[in-house]
């Protein structure tokens, strides 16, 4: 027999009986409610005999169990509604938010949505900036020796703050207000360095690099009126700090890449597309065997930079231009607004290299219909790299290398006459990037 008291339900046995004071007894009509289950799930409560202390309620079959004091007088006419109770103390259930179970469809692989009109949404697009992140799509061989072994922060037992903070991370100066934008400045440096000048570095180079940033963002920082804090130098730890941007920089650009392909390549037939093959909607395991083959012809000779009917046209694939125009140029505090020397006429071309090789780790990831994560190491993807810049670099000495350019300028936003074409921009260029068993 169960009994409801102020809102807790308590099991009665021999041993709780003697527990509690004054137990209270139900009523005929709750012994009514036992027998009839289609009565109304409430019950008086009855009052304590006067001049007992305020009743103690045992919760629980066994003697061992926990006393919880009543903190509310028992009336006899007092009754409560579980479910009301339950609603009073608990937020209501809602629905899902329309718009944002929309950006989950839109951003999915496999969502069945496809064309330029069904990208993600800018406010769930990942961003580019300087910051400190363990992202799962950061390079798990880095060759600045990223500390990838640190806790997330989500995880972390204890949420890092400037007392427990390494050097080589920048809340660790937070108490330098000046060195702190120094450092954002110097990371935003070496991103601009990984995209213009070299992707994958070598560890030397990396650390010449990360020198020469801090350097010139004292510089910088010393034309807007901020004088550094004396007190602190330029150190090893603050040149790692920099170095290690490379690693997180390169998994927050694949993350931007990732999101945009499947639309732009159209790797799914849309929601309602009927199968030639069967003359109703794709099946799922459909849907994924339709993917394996898009992206195996879009790998065939590096065809994913290309376009045209026949892959005919050599970098300029729409996709190329988006990824590029997304993590260089969008937002207000993009890249090339803020190192417009760099960005504002013209897209560097090793910067096309970098993109297209985070592209190519990304279609390999969908080589089988589903998503399969893949490392984007140094290691595992600088070779591929090198092959397309040397493709770029042939292309722009060849007679199609001034198209090449213009199409560089208008990726940035600068507008201009192309040249006119001769037979297209194939010119025998074909990149090897199969591996064994594609």
């Given at each position: 027999?169960?009994?409801l ?16 004071q ?6 005929s009509?709750e ?5 009839n289950?289609?009565?109304?799930f409430?019950?008086?409560?009855q ?5 007992s202390?305020s009743?103690t309620l ?7 169990g926990r006393i ?5 007088p ?9 479910l ?8 209501t ?9 929309e950006q989950?469809?839109?951003s999915s ?17 990942p ?12 390079d ?12 997330l ?5 204890h ?35 990984l ?7 070598a ?12 350097t010139?963002a004292i ?5 807007k009126?901020?004088q ?19 690693s ?9 890449v990732?999101?945009?392909l ?5 790797l799914?037939?849309?929601g309602k ?8 909607r ?14 195996k012809?879009l790998l065939i000779?590096g ?5 045209g009917s026949?892959?005919?046209e050599?970098m300029?694939?729409?996709?190329l ?5 997304k993590?260089i ?5 993009s ?10 006429d013209?897209?560097?071309?090793k ?5 297209a090789?985070?592209m ?6 969908m ?14 993807y ?11 670099e ?18 940035a936003?600068?507008k ?6 001769t037979?297209?921009r194939?010119l025998?260029i ?9």
């Amino acid at each position: 027999m169960a009994y409801l008291r102020s809102g807790i339900i308590d099991s009665e046995s021999n041993d709780d009986r003697r527990s509690v004071q004054q137990p209270l007894r139900p009523d005929s009509n709750e012994q009514q409610r036992h027998s009839n289950p289609n009565a109304s799930f409430s019950a008086p409560l009855q009052q304590a005999p006067s001049g007992s202390p305020s009743p103690t309620l045992y919760h629980g079959s066994s003697s061992q169990g926990r006393i919880f004091q009543s903190s509310e007088p028992v009336t006899s006419s007092e009754s409560r509604d579980v479910l009301n109770d339950h609603h009073a103390r608990n937020r209501t259930p809602k629905p899902p938010n329309p718009i944002h179970l929309e950006q989950i469809a839109n951003s999915s692989l496999g969502s069945g949505r496809s064309g330029p009109g069904h990208t993600t949404s800018q406010n769930s697009r990942p961003s580019i900036h300087a910051h400190e992140s363990d992202d799962s799509d950061s390079d798990s061989n880095s060759d600045s020796s990223n500390d990838s072994k640190l806790r997330l922060r989500r995880n972390s037992r204890h949420p890092p703050t400037a007392d427990n903070a390494k050097p080589y991370h920048l809340r660790y100066y937070a108490a330098y207000p000046i060195w702190t934008k120094v450092l954002v400045r110097a990371k935003l440096a070496f991103q601009v360095y990984l995209l213009s000048t070299r992707g994958f570095p070598a560890t030397n180079d990396a650390k010449k690099e990360g020198q020469e940033c801090i350097t010139e963002a004292i510089s910088f920082r010393g034309q807007k009126g901020d004088q550094i804090e004396p007190e602190r130098e330029m150190d090893k730890a603050m040149i790692k700090l920099v170095t290690d941007e490379a690693s997180t920089f390169r998994g927050d650009v694949k993350k931007i890449v990732r999101a945009e392909l499947p639309a732009y390549y159209s790797l799914f037939p849309d929601g309602k597309a009927i199968n030639p093959d069967t003359g109703v909607r794709y099946t799922q395991p459909e849907r994924e065997a339709y993917c394996a083959k898009e992206v195996k012809g879009l790998l065939i000779d590096g065809n994913f930079l290309n376009s045209g009917s026949a892959y005919n046209e050599n970098m300029n694939h729409i996709a190329l231009g988006m990824c590029l125009r997304k993590v260089i140029y969008d937002g207000k505090s993009s890249l090339a607004s803020l190192f417009p020397a760099t960005f504002k006429d013209s897209v560097p071309p090793k910067a096309v290299g970098l993109i297209a090789t985070v592209m190519y780790n990304c279609l390999e990831e969908m080589a089988t219909g589903r998503l399969h994560k893949i490392s984007f190491s140094g290691e595992a993807y600088e070779g591929f790299y090198d092959e397309i810049l040397e493709s770029i670099e042939d292309l722009l000495k060849s007679d199609n290398g001034a198209e090449f350019k213009q199409q560089l300028k208008e990726w940035a936003g600068v507008k201009g006459k192309r040249s006119e074409r001769t037979g297209g921009r194939r010119l025998g260029i074909k990149l090897n990037l199969l591996r064994p068993g594609h």
